[in-house]
């Protein structure tokens, strides 16, 4: 298959940034990666990565830089793997670069993603028409220990991709397709912000074993952090998203079935899959309280779930109390911060 695509930008130098960067040089495309801090850029030693865990390969990107512009310039895919809650911060900084024919995949765009994302570039002053998307879920499940050295445990089974604009879709897919085949057109973006399960699975089994992440315990994430007891308020909180889904005429998978087609995880309940999944069994809690799953996932998943959920009258107690409880914690008001109707007009996409 003749390739349409000869540079791939990629945005965020964290995780999933470095192993994405790592895995386009891999196959064989010229690689830029963006990291925002001049001082984060000039941490790497070198532009080779050595990737273990499902690939085992060395490979070198061309460029990593702070430099906007040049991170972005000529990429026919601009792949954004920041935390969400951060997607404001790159469309500003994109938006003077960005060229026409660009296509620009937040990956994943949480919950309003490419509505949050294409609403600053506009009042940026964007004009290039470019193919605005977003996944449900980040492709890998992935850490990265050391600077440039990804560790890609799981390169996952189903992803839904949608366009912003969905009169691109099928472009967007077909340009995905020649390199992830298990991408899948999702109905729209409204499906994949409804389908984004890092709301279930991240915040409330942080806030349940906050004294051990604090303690910096060296304990894993899903196997040890998700009790049964926890898995029994992640299914309450996967109820309400599903009936929020319902009330906006979208059918998501629940949380439980979403393992089984991403992992092929089996068990008769939550807990039972979260278990069996093998990509979970040595994923390690983070050793820090400011951890992007508290941010991203209550600001851009539990917050515009819950304000969608009363925009159309479906009770949210657990998410709710989910985002009052952190507030507390934390000392800052989360529904403030986070996509909330002052950002996404909810009651339009009811009418």
Known sequence: MKRQIKKIAVISSGNGGQSMAAYFAYLGYRVALYARETERVEMFSSFTF????AINATAEVELISS???????NAELIMVTTPAQYHPIVARAMAPHLTDGQAVVLNPGRTFGTMAFSRVLSECGAKAEIMLGETDTFTFTCRCPELRKPQIYKIKDVVRLAAHDNSYSDRLL????????????????????????????????????ITRVEAK??????????????????????????????????????????LAECYG?????????IQNTEAY?????????DTRYIFEDILTGCVPTSCAGKAAGIDTEVLDTLIKWASILYGRDFRAEGRNENLVDFESFLQ
């Open 265 to 273: 995880s089996r068990g008769n309940s939550l807990y039972e899959r």
């Open 67 to 73: 430099d906007m512009g040049q991170v972005i310039k």
């Open 50 to 53: 050595t990737i273990t865990g």
């Open 281 to 289: 069994k040595t994923v390690l809690a983070p050793t820090d309280i």
């Open 174 to 209: 077909a340009l995905l397709h020649e390199i992830f085949e298990m991408y899948s057109l999702a109905e729209s973006v409204l499906y994949t912000g409804f389908a984004n399960v890092g709301t279930i699975f991240h915040p409330m089994p942080i806030l349940m074993n």
């Open 217 to 258: 315990e060296d304990f894993k994430f899903y196997v040890q952090g998700i009790s049964p007891l926890v898995a029994s308020m992640l299914e309450k909180m996967d109820l309400e998203r599903i009936s929020v889904a319902n009330a906006y005429g979208v059918s998501v998978p629940t949380a439980r079935r979403w």
